[in-house]
């Protein structure tokens, strides 16, 4: 398939965006820091099938207190129970989930949403 068919056969939503999906971490997880990129860019640097900024692939980091004693995969878990609605309309998510104790130490100072 060409990058052009791709595109042709492609329904980007517009209402998932970094902000709509910022504000979606903050109010269903009780996010204290949310960073949300689309990355639809990078993507197409390395030769994906879609083209910068659309709207399709995300990355984010995720400071939340109910990932407190939970493992990795148990907070990956959580955040795709939140966004499943917004997952599903979009190609690719992916997320650092971390705790604000742990947000700390890597970042040195207290995030805020």
């Known amino acids: 398939m060409q ?3 791709f595109l042709a056969n492609t329904v980007v939503d517009p ?3 970094e902000d709509s999906l910022k ?3 903050v109010e269903r997880l009780g996010a204290t820091h949310v960073e949300v990129t689309d990355i ?3 993507i197409a640097d390395r030769g994906a099938r879609v083209i ?9 980091l995720i400071v939340s207190p109910q990932f407190v ?3 990795s995969l148990k907070r990956h878990r959580l955040v795709q129970a939140a966004l499943k609605e917004e997952i599903a309309k ?3 998510w992916t997320a650092r989930c971390q705790t604000a104790e742990e947000w700390e130490k890597t970042n040195g100072t207290n995030g805020t949403a």
């Open 3 to 5: 990058a052009t068919e």
């Open 23 to 25: 504000e979606a971490l």
């Open 15 to 17: 209402t998932v965006t």
């Open 40 to 42: 639809s860019e990078e």
């Open 52 to 60: 910068g900024g659309c709207g399709q692939s995300f990355k984010a």
């Open 69 to 71: 004693g939970l493992n």
């Open 90 to 92: 979009i190609h690719a």
